[in-house]
């Protein structure tokens, strides 16, 4: 049974690494991340090629590739953080433009859902047979809801609008995620450095609770202090690096 120090020795170890050497610590993550994701992708395309060689050569060509990738990733690590500000500020601001637009597909669908005959096979069937052709430059659907009694200007209008949102919202969401994502080759050492810093600090700040009962203005008194010194430290390594 794990005993309560060897708890605060595993929580000294991992907030200090992370308070102290998060930017070490992030490279070497992404060096096993990147190292696991090459080695799987070599081992799977092997196992779909037509070939057979011995399990022994595959092994030794996953590993070869997991290598090459894994320092690829630890040498190249802003990329990865280009690519994970530039999708992550892309989804946050284009959610802002999708919500708008479902709000209004919604609404649409609402006012469409108190005509019964909307979209019934009745009201399709007869859309078919006995519509005129001068009407012809009307789309299918638009006819359909002008004979169930909604007027296609407001429906085209209302679809417009939501797909305005939404080319709106990829174009915004775009830009961010660019200008993010150059953000992040620039300061993301010290994003990096920063969050880390903190995060250990948390951890550290939690041992510190668990084995001596402190009030809150005590407890973010430290917090702050090991987040400071964990940055000044973390600094320090990169610039001497």
């Known amino acids: 049974m794990i005993s309560d120090w060897m708890i605060y020795l595993i929580i000294l170890a991992v907030g200090g690494l992370i308070c102290f050497r998060g930017l070490s610590l992030y490279k070497m993550v992404q060096f096993l991340i ?42 190249f690590y802003k990329a990865g953080l280009f690519i994970t500000a530039q999708i992550s500020s892309f989804l946050v601001v284009f ?21 019964e005959d909307a979209f019934s096979l009745s009201n399709f069937l007869h859309t078919m047979l006995t519509e005129p052709k001068e009407k012809g430059d009307l789309g299918i659907l638009d006819l359909m809801m002008m004979n169930a009694g909604i007027q296609p200007e407001v429906w085209s209008a209302e679809l417009d609008q939501i797909m305005a949102l939404i080319r709106q919202g990829v174009f915004w969401a775009g830009i961010a995620g660019l200008v993010c994502g150059m953000l992040a080759l620039a300061l993301g050492d010290y994003v990096i450095i ?14 510190v609770e668990l084995i001596v009962p402190v009030n809150h203005q005590v407890s973010t008194l430290l917090l702050c202090g090991f987040a400071v010194i964990g940055v000044v430290m973390q600094i320090k390594r990169k610039r001497a690096g």
């Open 194 to 207: 920063a969050v880390t810093a903190l995060f250990g600090g948390m951890l550290l700040n939690l041992l």
């Open 95 to 115: 959610s802002f433009f999708w919500r708008r637009a479902m709000e209004l597909g919604q609404t649409l669908l609402k006012q469409i859902g108190e005509v």
């Open 34 to 75: 990147c190292g696991w994701a090459g080695a799987s992708l070599a081992w799977w395309i092997l196992g779909k090629l037509p070939l057979e060689p011995e399990p022994t050569v595959n092994t030794l060509i996953g590993l070869a590739v997991g290598l090459l990738a894994g320092f690829l990733g630890f040498h």
